[in-house]
């Protein structure tokens, strides 16, 4: 079956469901903010430390995208010092699946790469 016929429309990706999910879980630190969240909540210096890499304006960027998209729920602890946490919405636990998914699928390339480098070289110490 040819790909690249002519008479295929184009995507239209305000109707694309894969572009509406990626409008939400989409970016490189979405899915690991996810991940981290999907066995339960989470605090915010929590996340930090989880997340090697992420900055504190990113994390408090990416956290309030979530929240208005409905994914993410913030909870304040009147509490001193006060603290704030972080949990999925049910709208946001549908996402888990998907996250275990790419959980899967990852370790299972890890695994290849890993088994790829042994047998070009032997196993290094």
């Known amino acids: 079956m ?5 008479d295929t429309p ?8 894969v572009a509406a999910t990626l409008q939400v879980i989409g970016g490189k630190w979405v899915p690991l903010i996810l991940f ?3 066995d339960g909540p989470r605090r915010f210096n ?3 430390r989880l997340i090697p890499g992420i900055t504190q304006r990113m994390l408090t960027l990416q956290l309030r995208g979530l929240e ?7 909870k304040v602890f009147e509490t001193v010092p006060p603290h704030v946490e972080y949990s ?4 946001g636990q549908t996402l888990a699946p998907i996250i275990e998914a790419m959980e899967v699928w990852g370790t299972e390339r890890l695994a290849a790469k890993h088994c790829d480098r042994e047998s070009e070289g032997g196993a290094m110490a």
């Open 2 to 6: 040819d790909q690249n016929r002519v």
């Open 10 to 17: 184009p995507m239209d990706l305000d109707q694309c469901p």
């Open 36 to 38: 981290q969240l999907k």
């Open 46 to 48: 929590a996340l930090r």
């Open 68 to 74: 208005q998209d409905g994914v993410v729920a913030r």
């Open 88 to 91: 999925l919405t049910p709208s």
